[in-house]
């Protein structure tokens, strides 16, 4: 048996899988997010824990004899939060998560430095990992100086786990001190943040296994064999692992609270200026391609709370098919945005709004503007080297087929819909849990099953690219009466 840890925003899941890849059982807990200020999003790195030990000992409950056979564990999980560590391994502080935008200035001063570009292969973000630590020294300085680990999320429950401070190159790659070509931390680019490479856990690959669960959690789950415990990935690359998206010209889209659109590519292909991420995969000699942007499925969340409906009952009110875009335009940029254009500053807007305006039109807007703002990000990935031909969909927005029809028509491109299956990060996590035991990838990585595709309506598709265009001017437009 194979655990996968997926430790996500919201909540905690936890899938226990067969060497057949077959699903036993899984369980979820969920989690919260605190955010004091504008801006800020933090969470108790405890919290992660107390997810992770109620999910296991509802997998035990449920499947003591699959349970008692556990040969491995890995881990997916958010990226970018910065776990800080005191020489005693205390927490310091609330960790600082990926969609925390508090640190632009220090960001964009790093930026600014052309070292970070052409070692990391990426701009640095406001929420990537080093630009926080700067942050923490200039507005927390007793805090900083007391920094003796600075740990992503998944690998705070890796110490847990195995008592090792541990994490893997697909997720580090995001935190703007790996040198991505060589796939080793960059002693010069955590010099320039004013950080050294003891504060840095060990790097493996996602694939390799890392250490072994500690004695006294294999005696709490009452485990008699050692327990594997591997590297695992950030969220993305797992589950690309999770659909065996690992080959040049594989692509996926992930509508979960954020949105991204990740590319396998046959090797390091980094064009910073697109903000486009060019990160290392979870295997070996293997890298890939991403755009990110901030609010996905949590600019539906927002609309829906803010009219007191679900975002079920929200898409239930829409037609069974698209028929072309709204007359609203909607710009999801709830959090800032990432890719393509790096501003941590700019807001949301409804523009086009009049006196005829149903909340249906809103929420098709919504989903438009979603869909719109993933076409920058393949705009953005054509001009970083990348063309999928089709792309597999994946996360919570894909129980809506408005939404991907809507996606199909404004990506211009062929949608997959897997079968009913679990194929995300916990899964993706569990399949790293097997390599962990040496299997060949060949044999693991296998793609989905595809259950619907959604292609591009060829009467409709020029109305939504000439919506797109329009789209476009919006950005400039907002940013333009910013404050």
Known sequence: MYLGLDIGTSGVKALLINAQQEIVGSANSGLEVSRPHAGWSEQDPNSWLAACDQVIEALRKAHPLEFAQLKAISLSGQMHGATLLDAN???????????????YAEAAELDSDPRFRAISGNIVFPGFTA??????????????????KVLLPKDYVAFWLTGRFVTDLSDASGTSWVDVVNRCWSDELLKLSGMRIDQMPEIYEGSEATGTLRAELQDRWSLTDEVIVGAGAGDNAAS???????????????????????AATDGYKPNADSAVHAFCHALPKTWHQMG?????????????????????????????SVNGPANVKFLPYLSGERTPHNDASIRGAFVGLAQETKRTELTQATMEGVAFAIRDNLEALRTAGSDPQEIIAVGGATRSSFWLETLANILNKPILLPEDGDFGAAFGAARLAILATGADPATVLTTPNIKRTFLPNSDLQPKYEQAYQQFRKLYPALKSLAV
Do not use: H
């Not at 499925?297 to 009952?313: E, G, H, I, P």
């Open 131 to 148: 630009p926080k630590l700067v942050w923490v020294a200039r507005n927390e300085p007793e805090i900083f100086k007391r920094v003796a």
């Open 240 to 262: 690309a692992i999770g659909m065996g998206v690992a080959d040049e010209g594989q692509a996926f889209l992930s509508l979960g609270t954020s949105g991204v659109i990740f």
């Open 89 to 103: 391994n205390n927490i310091l502080r609330p960790c600082i998560l990926w969609n925390d935008t508090r640190s």
């Open 292 to 320: 990110v942007i901030l609010s996905a499925s949590d600019s539906l969340n927002w609309f829906a709370k803010t009219v007191d409906r679900t975002a079920q009952d929200l898409d239930a009110e829409l037609p069974n």
